[in-house]
């Protein structure tokens, strides 16, 4: 619990009713009675614009260098809040940090499942990061922390603020290339997390990083066997523990055997960690199986060409007609179209029916639609009972509705048309 009147690591000036908060925010919206706000400089606002809006919704105290109502008043709140959150974390005997190029999500899901941890929520930037450590560092339960970067130097950054004891790498591919330029630079970059502690890799990231133990299926340090994905789920074994995962597929499944390996190394019992992982709910659009007279398969959260890769392996293996419905990755850099007719050839292979949409909908599929809306239009005139759909795409999400229908991605509300059809249909 967040407590402005305890022993702080930074030089505040604490006012007399600044009070403990459960939670700690750096987004004003999400203040109120139990959930302090840490005003912090942003790309285009400083948080102080929204101090009093934070006071106004209950705020029990807010991180600021202004002098006002149940203020903890700082000269520099980033720096305040990052050495309070390496503080908290200090306190924790076990942290895990998670990196990649897809499958972050997936993994600390799964990985916080077997090691009954705390884990962070849906963002992963260090401002998110900063506040999940001062909630939940001093936690005598482990922590997973996802760590994402878009940008050269950012691991490093993060390492330093997260310091973990294990560090993972589930998959390296092209993404976010306009910053960080080739796939051996998101390789170095990434593997920043991996020095000077326990590593971890996933199979896919393997030869990246020479050495380092793996983990997965088939030729990796620690491995599952027996892997089985049918429509109800994934079944594997896990040193003779049998695993079953509803509704997942082999990227869930490769994750689970992550969660097991630190369960393992961490002396925990086995099969309630197994019992644990068949119980794991990843956040709508990553991977989420909606079954019923024909399926969806909802990754639209997201998307680059190793993600898209993993889903279509997945279609792939289920029965049915399998319908890929594909939409424009973004931050691809010089290279974008050639990645994503990379893509498309791909999903021609894996899929009976390609659907693409936007800028590059042409290269993405067979039946090639400029906006959302025409491809949705398309897509409900065509989709049968029994059929299995993949809806995967960038979000855009900083972007106007409009914008995110003309390029093709967001693809979240093509998932939410389908559903909606599916389900009001006689």
């Not at 402005?4 to 604490?14: G, N, S």
């Not at 942290?95 to 962070?120: P, Q």
């Amino acid at each position: 619990m967040p407590d402005p009147h305890a022993a702080l690591p930074f030089a505040a000036t604490v006012h007399p009713q600044a009070r403990p908060a459960a939670r700690l925010t750096w987004d004003s919206r999400e203040a109120g009675p139990d959930v302090a706000f840490a005003a912090l400089p942003g790309e285009k606002m400083h948080g102080n614009r929204f101090v009093e809006a934070a006071l106004d919704a209950g705020a029990p105290f807010v991180l600021t260098d202004l002098d006002v109502p149940r203020a903890v008043r700082v000269p520099d709140a980033w720096a305040a809040l990052k050495a309070w959150a390496q503080t908290e974390r200090a306190k924790n005997r076990q942290v895990v940090g998670i990196t990649g190029s897809a499958g972050k999500t997936t993994a600390k899901a799964y990985a916080a499942a077997a090691l009954d941890a705390h884990f962070m929520p849906v963002f992963n930037t260090q401002p998110a990061i900063a506040c999940f450590l001062i909630e939940c560092g001093a936690s005598d339960r482990p922590l997973v922390v996802e760590m994402g970067i878009d940008r050269p130097g950012e691991m490093a950054e993060l390492v330093e603020l997260v310091r973990p004891d294990v560090g993972v790498v589930t998959a390296i591919g092209p993404a976010h290339l306009e910053q960080l330029g080739s796939v051996e630079n998101i390789a170095r970059e990434k593997g920043e997390i991996l020095r000077g502690v326990r590593g971890l890799v996933g199979a896919q990231a393997a030869p990246f990083y020479p050495g380092a133990e793996s983990f997965g299926f088939g030729a990796v340090t620690h491995a599952g066997q027996d892997l089985k994905v049918t429509p109800q789920g994934a079944t594997f074994t896990f040193d003779g523990v049998e695993v079953g995962l509803p509704l997942a597929a082999r990227v869930q499944a490769e994750a689970a055997v992550l969660g097991l390996t630190l369960a393992r190394e961490a002396g925990l019992d086995l099969p309630a960690a197994a019992a644990r992982l068949a119980q794991v709910s990843v956040p709508g659009g990553r991977y989420r199986v909606h079954a019923g007279r024909f399926t969806v398969i909802d990754d639209a959260y997201n998307a680059s060409p190793v993600a898209v890769s993993a889903a279509l392996n997945a279609l792939h293996a289920l029965p049915g007609r399998r319908i890929s419905v594909l939409g424009r990755m973004l931050e691809l850099g010089d290279t974008e179209r050639q990645l994503h007719a990379e893509v498309g050839q791909e999903a021609r292979a894996r899929a009976d029916l390609t659907y693409g949409v936007g800028a590059f909908a042409a290269e993405l599929g067979e039946r090639a639609h400029a906006t959302v809306p025409e491809l949705t239009d398309a897509l409900l005139a065509e989709v049968q009972d029994g059929d299995v759909v993949l809806v995967k795409a960038s979000r855009g999400i900083s972007w106007t509705a409009e914008r995110r229908a003309q390029e093709g991605v967001g693809l979240d509300v093509v998932v939410d048309a389908l559903l909606q059809w599916r389900d009001s249909a006689k």
